[in-house]
Structure formats: C-alpha cells, structure tokens
C-alpha cells in the first residue's frame, strides 16, 4: 500500500513525459497528495439539480376509453414535481455540459451550480435514453473551467483514476481508485447499455454525471452507475467511455435533436471457444454473424452470414454491445475499417457508418375518425423501420408503430405485423385504413408477433 501511494505521488507531481519514472522529490511533494489534482480538474465538475412536473391521475381508469367517460370531471388530475440530482462536467468554456439522461431527461426546469457557487440556468441540447447520456448548454455562460477529454481508447486497465460528483446531495466529494476493467457489455443497471469502464473509486448515488478522470486531469469517463445490493458502493462502478460523450458533443454542436448511430443491420453471437472450434480459429475472438440484411453496409462490403469480425476500426470487438460502440465512436457518415475472418483467411474491408435506409418508404401513417380504429399507426416495414423498433431482420408487411386507444384495448400492440384483416391480404399502409373503413359487425385481425402468428377478433 505504502509503495503504491509513493508511486501516485510520483505520477501526480511529475511532469507528463516523466510520470512514469520519477519519484517524489521532498517532504513537500509527498505531502501534497491529490490536491494539486483536485484543485485543477475540480470547478470543472458541477451539481445538477433538475425538476419536472407531472400530471398524477387520481384513478388508473382515467386513460382508459371505456370508463374514462364514467370518472369524467369525477376529480382533477394534480400536479407533482420530481426532483432529482446529480453532477455534471463542463465540457468547453462556452458551458457545454456532460450529464446522465436519468439526471435531466425530461426535465422542464434545470439548474447547474459550479464549485464557488455560480448559479446558471441551463437546457438540454441532445439526450439519448439508451445510452444515459445527455448534453447541456448553460445559459449566457462564457469563460468557464472546463476538463479536457482524453482518448478513452488509451485508458488502461491499473490506472490510477478520481471520481468527482456530489453524492447524497452532501457536496463536492472526490474518490480515488483505479481503473480495473475494461470493455464491459451491458453490465451497468438501468437504461443503459453498451461499453462501460469500470472502477473501484468510490460512488455513490448523485455521483451520476460526475466525472472520471486520469492522472493528469483529463476526463476519461462519466460515471454512470454501480452494481450493489444496498444501493452504496461495492467498488464496481461504470462510466461511459469520454470517445462516446465527445461524439454527443460533436452530434449536439450540429443540431441534432436525436442522437444518431450507425446502422449495422446484422446480429450476431459472441465466439466461445466450441464455436472457435468448429470455425476452424486459434481463439475465441470476435463475433459470428448470425442474421444480414441485404441492405446492410456490411453486406455491401462483402460480408456475409458466418463471417467472424474480429475488430473495427482498428479495436477489438467481443460481443454486439462492443461492435456498435466502436461503430458509433467512429462517426456518422464516415467508415470504419473492419477485420473479420472467412474459413480461416484474414480479410478487411471499409464499412460505412450510416443510419439505416428508409427504402422503400415507410408509408406511415394514422387511421382518424372513420375507420374502426381510429388512432391506430401503422407503417411499412424497412430498415429504417426495423432499426427504430428493434425487430428481426426478416420483418415484412405493415407493423403496428402505435395501437392508440381503441388498438390496444382490442390487443393490438407495438411490433405487430398485420397480415390480413377480415381475409384481405395487407401488403401497404393504406390496405389498413381500406379494410377498417368498410362496414361490418365484427372485424378479424390476422397478425405475426414476436415469430408467432394469431388472430384477433372482436365486434363492434
């Protein structure tokens, strides 16, 4: 433990193109600890405190068709604020800020507050539930202390690291620790998902948003969640990778409303070593595709079903989760240079990172007050419909995109792919609103869910 703290020490208070050889150099060095750290990277990481107002309806029987007509003016939905806090990172001096999407998504009123109490009022730029991420912009903010990002792709595994964030609401808090592992898929809890750095520096809840950073106080994370029984840390926390932040910093700087990611349009299955076997590798290493659309980039760069990839962009990839991370860090609208194995030959290709194509188009559209469902959306399915909806790649027909009201009391649900109505066959959108147009005393849906097909029938 003691030699550890001395080499910190050393890496702390040594020039960067030294860190890793030279030693403490007096009593005062040693002395020092972290602070000099802490005092540069620490007004850079600010509190978070977002509320939102939500209607609470007083009976479950409110949203329902049916007997929404009984409890109509019965009693009047009120108002509830939820608060919630969290940390966040500034990012730029202009007063970009990094947070988690569970700290200010949805959010009607935001306030950020930096470490010598400056108070701005801020609003959400982009936001993206899956991810947990969101980018904000402080209002009439200039001249900010801001953390700068390091290539998350460096970082290693035994690197000593900080967490800075405000847990339990007590104030500023900084944890040390080490970065102890890398590449983990789907192992934080909540919305997110995807590739994760883990850490056994401390923390805690509204430490969400707060920021990892190395040795030199560059950011290499935002820390995003633990795992833990009790609901306090256990030494296993995650953060988003900062190659994924500044990819929703440069999608924010240009506007978007939604963050987009390449489309692989292919699904696959994590090599274990049976697999690597019967595939003729040295190895488990790399994911076998299993399922490819015909639209899919990776089609159209000579991929094909079987087909092991190995790594993009130059980093190994192990698992799905992994894939579409370094695909998303790699950017919109630029290629990736993919490696992947065909009976035992090593072979790579450029693979453009684009969204998924709308073709043919979608013909989406909702049924109003003179059919049978009124309310009801649907939409042809493609790639770019299955990609939002997250449906197998094999989908066909006219899908359900919404049941309104009506469609879901009858069960109808979202993902349902309608194959007939009444007998008649449903090939486009507009089949739907035909065949719910037309007079009858009872109505019979044919559809397909989730690989399984059934009927549903009901009267009017």
Avoid: C
């Avoid at 977002?50 to 209607?55: C, N, P, S, T």
């Avoid at 592992?181 to 590739?195: H, I, K, N, V």
């Amino acid at each position: 433990m003691i030699r550890l703290a001395v080499l910190a020490l050393a890496i702390l208070t040594a020039p960067v193109a030294m860190a890793d050889t030279r030693i403490p150099q007096s009593q005062a060095e040693i002395s020092l600890g972290f602070a000099p750290l802490v005092k540069r990277a620490a007004p850079a990481v600010v509190n978070i405190y977002a509320r939102r107002v939500v209607a609470a309806r007083p009976t479950p029987f409110m949203n329902d068709p049916f007997f929404k007509d009984f409890f109509r003016g019965f009693a009047t939905p009120q108002p509830r604020v939820q608060n919630s806090l969290g940390s966040g990172v500034i990012l730029s001096a202009d007063g970009i800020v990094v947070s988690n999407y569970h700290v200010v998504g949805m959010a009607t009123d935001i306030r950020v507050v930096l470490s010598d109490r400056r108070e701005y009022e801020a609003r959400v730029l982009l936001g993206d539930e899956e991810a947990d991420v969101a980018i904000l912009k402080l209002d009439d903010a200039e001249d900010l202390p801001f953390l700068p990002v390091r290539d998350s792709d460096q970082v290693e595994v035994g690197e000593l690291a900080m967490a800075i964030g405000n847990p339990f609401g007590i104030g500023q808090t900084v944890t040390s620790g080490i970065v102890s592992g890398l590449a983990r898929s789907g192992a934080a809890t909540g919305q997110a998902r995807g590739y994760f750095i883990q850490t056994d520096a401390a923390v805690n809840p509204g430490n969400s948003g707060g920021a990892l950073i190395d040795v030199n106080g560059n950011l290499i994370g935002i820390n995003t969640s633990i795992l833990s029984r009790s609901g306090g840390s256990n030494g296993i926390g995650f953060a988003i990778p900062a190659n994924l932040v500044a990819e929703f910093v440069h999608q924010a700087r240009l506007g978007n409303d939604r963050f987009e990611r390449p489309w692989a349009g292919m699904s696959g299955q994590i090599v274990n070593s049976d697999l690597a076997e019967s595939l003729g590798l040295a190895v488990p290493d790399g994911i076998v595709i299993s399922d490819l659309h015909p639209s899919s980039p990776f089609a159209q760069a000579g991929l094909a079903v079987g087909d092991v990839i190995t790594h993009v962009g130059g980093q190994p990839v192990n698992s799905p989760q992994e894939m579409l991370f370094r695909m998303t860090v790699a950017g919109m609208g630029e290629s990736a240079q993919v490696t992947w194995m065909r009976d035992s030959e090593e072979r790579q290709s450029r693979v453009a990172m684009q969204p998924a194509p709308d073709d043919p188009p979608a013909q989406e559209m909702t049924l109003d007050e003179r059919t049978v469902l009124p309310d009801l959306s649907v939409a042809r399915a493609n790639p770019a419909v299955i990609a939002r909806f997250g449906l197998p790649l094999n989908t066909e027909g006219v899908l359900v995109t919404d049941p309104g009201p009506l469609g879901a009391r009858v069960g109808l649900q979202t993902g349902d792919v309608i194959r007939e109505i009444n007998g008649d066959e449903i090939a486009a959108s507009g089949d739907v609103e035909t065949a719910l147009t037309r007079p009858g005393r009872s109505v019979r849906l044919d559809l397909m869910r989730r690989g399984q097909r059934l009927s549903l029938r009901f009267r009017l």
